[in-house]
């Protein structure tokens, strides 16, 4: 027993108990402040490892799409230097592999093509350069300009549309 009160006393005097109780207070906000300094700076390394992460993972990302073109730019080279050397079909069908080629690798990446024929107009997905009288209802689409894309489900390219202004 005699040294569960030594225990007691010791902890108490290594506690700061029978001290100054605004020393007590003063060491207790010390102790918190350097808490809260020592968390401050750990999430301050941690916000800066994370941009530092995502910047690495856009490049990676960024490295892997021009890896995956790179071939397609071998083929359009081939094809450009071809022309000069050969006929405007062979030339043709070079420049037509090309293009299924870049089609084929960016579907892959998942991109998918609008074709919003006939469809009515959605201001999310198509932008509407012109209305022009037709027998189709109004609002509907009458005519595409150029194609709009998709990457996954968000819009990248709006299609760009003529609208009917109905009769």
Do not use: C, W
Not at 102 to 124: I, Y
């Amino acid at each position: 027993m005699s040294d569960d009160l030594t225990n007691e006393h010791d902890a108490s005097a290594a506690s700061g108990e029978g001290d100054d109780p605004l020393a007590v207070l003063a060491a207790e906000r010390d102790e918190y402040l350097e808490h809260y300094r020592r968390v401050a700076a750990e999430f301050d390394n941690y916000k800066k490892r994370m941009a530092r992460d995502q910047v690495a993972l856009l490049q990676r990302a960024a490295e892997r799409l021009v890896i995956d073109l790179l071939p397609v730019l071998d083929d359009l080279e081939r094809a450009v230097d071809a022309f000069a050397d050969h006929s405007k079909e062979h030339v043709a069908e070079g420049v037509a592999l090309v293009h299924r080629a870049l089609r084929t690798l960016l579907e892959k990446e998942g991109l998918v093509e609008v074709d919003p024929g006939g469809e009515a107009f959605d201001p999310h997905r198509h932008e509407a350069l012109m209305q022009q009288p037709s027998d189709t209802p109004e609002g509907t689409i009458v005519q595409v300009l150029q194609k709009g894309f998709l990457l996954g489900e968000r819009v990248i390219r709006p299609a760009r549309v003529i609208v009917s202004a109905g009769s």
